[in-house]
């Protein structure tokens, strides 16, 4: 159980275009959804804190208005990046909690964008 | 100074040895701490989590010191397998809280070697 899925697994984009990303929990329902981004040799950084059905709550740093999340479903948060430029190629990977549940988030397997 | 800090490593480790690795973490208020391993290009794994008391899971050691703000992991009985990175992640709230945001070290990166 607590399986979390991300699609693509990598893509390719052109400089300039939008890339969406989506994350689903395919057998649990999750009220809150986080995106982090790695960069290689770099730990895990927690981009947005998402919880379903409400706006993503943002770290210091990372622009809202680059990084679109919606949270619209309890097994379905989406990342998009607009106008993707090639410092935003990086490894992005979501997890997924339950409420009422501890601490354990479940993560995806990753999402790696590279923009050209 | 990073909230949560590692040795990046890498440590190379013949097979059948033990290693042992620290992190040491920045915010006193911490209070649920675990290590994750993270093998190339994949996702992060939970590995265990750390108790004041220590604990064990197989060849795995995990250990807290809330005094000196640390945690260390210890792996006996090297197997190539355990070649990864391991990551020290903590969290503010307590164990029961749900979506606590965690904070996760660089990662120390372990090899097993023949």
């Known amino acids: 159980g607590a399986v979390v899925s991300q699609h693509p697994s990598w893509v390719i984009c052109k400089s300039g275009t939008s890339v969406k990303i989506e994350c689903r929990s395919l057998?649990?329902?999750?009220?809150?959804m986080f995106w982090y981004r790695q960069f290689p040799k770099q730990s895990l950084m927690l981009m947005a804190t998402?919880?379903?059905?409400?706006?993503?709550?943002?770290e210091q740093g990372v622009e809202k208005d680059k990084f679109l999340i919606n949270h619209a479903s309890l097994t379905l948060s989406t990342l998009t990046v607009t106008s993707a430029h090639p410092e935003d190629s990086s490894f992005y990977i979501c997890?997924?909690?339950?409420?009422?549940?501890?601490?354990?988030?479940?993560f995806g397997p990753g999402t790696r964008l590279t923009v050209t | 100074r990073k909230e949560v800090e590692q040795d990046p490593g890498p440590f190379n480790v013949p097979e059948g040895a033990t290693v042992a690795f620290n992190c040491t973490y920045s915010n006193s208020a911490s209070q649920s701490f675990f290590w994750y391993r993270q093998d190339c290009r994949k996702e992060p794994k939970l590995l265990m989590s750390v108790y004041s008391s220590g604990n064990e899971d197989g060849r795995f050691t995990a250990q807290l010191n809330r005094a000196s703000q640390y945690i260390s992991l210890l792996i006996r009985d090297s197997k190539l397998s355990d070649s990864a990175t391991y990551l020290c992640v903590v969290t503010p709230g307590g164990i029961k809280a749900a979506g606590n945001k965690l904070t996760f070290g660089g990662g120390t990166r372990v090899l097993v070697k023949p």
């Open positions: 997890s997924a909690t339950t409420s009422g549940n501890s601490y354990e988030q479940y």
């Open positions: 998402s919880n379903e059905g409400s706006k993503a709550t943002y």
């Open positions: 057998d649990f329902q999750a009220t809150t």
